[in-house]
């Protein structure tokens, strides 16, 4: 399997522009994790998908921000509008169960000026 | 509230110097500890998984311990390619992940 797949690896924008961020999970895994990870604060988790359908995301710092999973093989993560405190690398995970070690893609690197 | 700290933050070592990285936590109704390593650029790759107090796990130079209230990452003779950051995090009673901030390795050769 090619792991989890993420893109773009890097995206730099302006403030106030809508940033989509996507996510193709190991085949066969149920469960999907969104995360940033910056300096500050490490690596935290926005929200967490079973089986295509939202279970937490009480970790989703604002309205701001949206999350999708329409298949089970695709979910995306927006931010619109974006601001430069959302600056950070953006990484999606994925698990057979929840209980499983999750798997992280390699990450997006979002940059707002 | 949960919480995982990791000392050192940052870790110097020469090649075949061996040494141990520290994992300390609070949790509400721990559901495994988990170590993950961290090139940069990179998503962290999981290395392993502690569920009770007392087990321990390997995998070549990297020997995983848990106990109560904290973990260790032993490094057995290190290389130059260990250098990483090493990464813990605990799930807590509601299924959350809880990432620690890591310990930067650098082993020099």
């Known amino acids: 399997d090619a792991g989890v797949i993420q893109s773009p690896r890097h995206e730099v924008t302006e403030m106030g522009q809508e940033v989509t961020l996507r996510c193709k999970p190991i085949s066969g895994h149920d469960y999907l994790f969104w995360y940033r990870q910056t300096m500050m604060r490490g690596l935290e988790l926005l929200i967490y998908?079973?089986?295509?359908?939202?279970?937490?995301d009480s970790g989703m710092p604002e309205d701001r921000f949206s999350a999708k999973m329409p298949n089970a093989s695709f979910s995306t993560l927006k931010i619109q509008p974006s601001e430069p405190r959302d600056s950070a690398v953006y990484f999606c995970?994925?698990?057979?169960?929840?209980?499983?070690?999750?798997?992280f893609g390699p990450g997006t690197r979002l940059t707002v000026t | 509230e949960d919480q995982v700290t990791q000392s050192p933050e940052a870790l110097r070592l020469q090649e075949g110097e061996s040494s141990s990285l520290n994992c300390s936590y609070t949790v509400s109704g721990l559901r495994g500890l988990f170590w993950y390593r961290q090139d940069p650029g990179k998503g962290p790759e999981f290395l392993f998984t502690l569920y009770s107090a007392g087990e321990e796990k390997e995998k070549e130079r990297l020997k995983a311990t848990l106990t109560k209230k904290e973990s260790f990452l032993h490094i057995t003779a290190p290389k130059p390619e260990d250098s990483a950051t090493y990464l813990c995090a605990v799930r807590n009673q509601g299924g959350k992940l809880i990432f620690g901030q890591g310990t930067e390795l650098s082993v020099k050769p």
């Open positions: 998908f079973n089986n295509n359908v939202p279970i937490d």
């Open positions: 995970a994925s698990s057979w169960t929840h209980a499983a070690e999750q798997y």
